[in-house]
């Protein structure tokens, strides 16, 4: 099996697909590498693509009217993206960014749409997947309207509980790829007043701030902020 197929096989959601198939849908995506920093499309750019992230990270955010960043989505190894654009030909509907080195497959509408033909489980695969997105960016709507930073910050550490969490001993181990400032874009705040949350946190018992690490040493009292 050719190298890009063989990684394709990682993918979930490319789970199921036969080797054959795997070979074939390899030979169409085209493999893009982007520099930390390096913006993929801009929002209202012609959506052209379904992106799959190889390895690296990307960031999904929109402008407000004021000009500040809303981050919506950080994607990272595996992870597919844009895919919005194969159902309605419009344009892309946010700006992605590489927010470390990243290595990207790209693929095209038309090929998406013929794969998609002969293998409809990948559309209710893909179905589920925009599904997903939409109630987390209701419940972050839900957030941004009826919370105040303390109960944005506790949904949004439980929201990668749910995803990245790792169970150890002293609690959930997140490896929060994210600095402060990237938290506070996605929650609607300042820097200074993530750090501040989570101090409180730390101090209520709640977490333990460890370099890059967050670990959620108490669940229950987590939610209760939310």
């Given at each position: 099996m050719h190298k890009n197929a063989e990684?394709?096989?990682?993918?979930?959601?490319?789970?199921g697909l036969t080797e054959q198939e795997l070979e074939t849908l390899s030979g169409v995506m085209i493999e893009r590498t982007y520099a930390k920093g390096?913006?993929?499309?801009?929002?209202?750019?012609?959506?052209?693509a379904l992106f799959v992230i190889n390895h690296g990270r990307v960031k999904i955010s929109k402008a407000s009217l004021d000009g500040r960043e809303q981050i919506l989505h950080m994607?990272?190894?595996?992870?597919?993206?844009?895919e919005v654009v194969?159902?309605?030909?419009?344009?892309?509907?946010?700006?992605?960014?590489?927010?470390?080195?990243?290595?990207?497959w790209l693929l095209r509408n038309a090929d998406m749409e013929r794969l998609l033909q002969a293998q409809p489980a990948?559309?209710?695969?893909?179905?589920?997947?925009?599904?997903?997105?939409?109630?987390?960016a209701q419940l972050l709507i839900r957030d941004l309207a009826l919370h105040d930073t303390y109960g944005r910050l506790a949904s949004l550490l439980l929201r990668f509980m749910r995803l990245e969490g790792r169970e150890s001993t002293k609690g959930t181990i997140?490896?929060?790829?994210?600095?402060?400032?990237?938290?506070?874009?996605?929650?609607?705040t300042s820097r200074e007043t993530v750090a501040r949350v989570l101090s409180r946190?730390?101090?209520?018992g709640i977490l333990l701030l460890d370099k890059q690490r967050i670990i959620?040493?108490?669940?229950?009292?987590?939610?209760?902020?939310?």
């Open positions: 990684l394709l096989k990682k993918v979930p959601f490319f789970d390096t913006i993929l499309f801009f929002e209202s750019d012609r959506g052209e994607y990272k190894d595996g992870d597919i993206f844009a194969l159902f309605d030909r419009g344009p892309y509907p946010a700006t992605a960014e590489a927010v470390e080195d990243t290595q990207c990948l559309a209710v695969k893909l179905l589920r997947i925009m599904s997903r997105r939409l109630r987390q997140l490896e929060m790829a994210l600095t402060r400032q990237e938290m506070a874009n996605m929650i609607g946190f730390q101090k209520d959620i040493k108490d669940e229950a009292k987590l939610r209760e902020w939310t």
